[in-house]
């Protein structure tokens, strides 16, 4: 098993470009999650989706959008990047209590 | 929605003392409090959790105490080791298990032997 994949791993960007990350998990979880992760600010949850066809916003959802394609994969969206959007992103996912991390995806905004 | 505060920032301890990181949550209705641990250019991983239903759990070298009625909480290190060197991350959950973790902003413990 793989776990929780995400894709890609790094990325350089201009201001005003858009871009995709993926995530996909083959756990067979319900509820799959974005965070970011910026120095000294912990993990802030972005979105979630505690089950397939249902998303909801976390603590910093502006600037993002997300679509659960089905169970397995959980896709984050930057319409229009701006370098506050500098972060190393993680995608996650749970069944029973546990979040399974991705390795993350650094994504560089200039 | 919850807010979760965590202290503190950064602990240096000698290889063999004990450290302890407090957490306190905001939101009473928050029952789930899991401890991640991660290490230098890794993911986080899961080293222990509490559910409200419980004071305190232990798993070998690492516990968590709950008071629910301060909102707060704390992961013990006994015996720490270099090995122990890592950030250190408390969460809070007001859903059902699992649902929209929201973190603490990390203790980074620095281990010397």
């Known amino acids: 098993n793989a776990g929780v994949t995400q894709t890609p791993k790094f990325q350089v960007l201009k201001t005003g470009q858009s871009m995709t990350l993926q995530c996909a998990q083959d756990m067979n979880h319900n509820s799959m999650y974005w965070y970011r992760q910026d120095p000294g600010m912990g993990l802030r949850l972005i979105y979630y989706?505690?089950?397939?066809?249902?998303?909801d916003k976390g603590e910093v959802p502006n600037g993002y959008n997300v679509s659960r394609l089905n169970k397995r994969e959980f896709s984050l969206r930057l319409e229009s990047a701006a370098p506050s959007q500098t972060s190393v992103y993680f995608c996650a996912s749970s069944g029973l209590g546990e979040l399974f991390f991705g390795e993350g995806s650094r994504l560089t905004v200039l | 929605g919850e807010n979760v505060e965590q202290h503190p920032s950064t602990l240096s301890v000698q290889e063999g003392d004990s450290a302890v990181i407090k957490c306190t949550y905001s939101d009473s209705a928050s029952n789930y409090f899991p401890w991640y641990k991660q290490e230098l250019g890794k993911r986080p991983q899961l080293i222990i959790d509490i559910r409200s239903n419980v004071g305190e759990k232990k798993d070998q070298r690492i516990a968590v105490t709950l008071n629910k009625t301060a909102k707060h909480f704390s992961l013990h290190i006994t015996e720490t080791q270099p090995e122990d060197s890592a950030v250190y991350f408390c969460a809070a959950s007001t859903k059902e298990a699992g649902t929209a973790l929201i973190f603490g902003k990390g203790t980074t413990l620095s281990v010397s032997s």
């Open positions: 989706s505690a089950s397939e066809g249902t998303t």
